[in-house]
């Protein structure tokens, strides 16, 4: 199966895991499609998948994935941005900015200020 094809994968299932919060969660049409970026299309988030099929390790290259990626995030949106990346053992792994985690945290606990 060629990358291509396996990173299409990994951002279909991840669109259907977020239909629990998002029945409108789908894959994005693509860079570059309007107001469409990343992978996939939720009201809550941007999420960008990383497919690592080679390697057990679960790491994102600053520069190159997570500078690029916030960059395509507007500055005036609310949501946040968070990776899947897939290892070679196919385990899914989450990574999130530490503050934007916060956020989250207290907005699921009830918390008042969540800046």
């Known amino acids: ?20 919060c998002d029945k409108y969660s789908r894959v994005t049409r693509g860079s570059g499609s309007g107001t469409e970026i990343l992978d996939v299309l939720h009201e809550e988030f941007f999420v960008s998948c ?26 005036y949106s609310d949501k946040e941005l968070f990776w ?20 989250i945290l207290k907005l699921a606990y009830g918390e008042q200020d969540v800046n």
Do not use: C, H, Q
């Open 1 to 20: 199966m060629s990358l291509s094809k396996k990173e299409n994968t990994l951002e279909r299932e991840v669109a259907e895991d977020l239909k629990f």
């Open 84 to 103: 899947v990346v897939r290892n070679s053992l196919n385990d899914k792994f989450a990574i999130i900015d530490w503050n934007a985690f916060l956020r």
């Open 50 to 75: 990383k497919d690592r099929g080679t390697s057990k390790n679960v790491n994102l290259d600053y520069n190159r994935e997570v500078l690029k990626d916030n960059a395509e995030v507007p500055f």
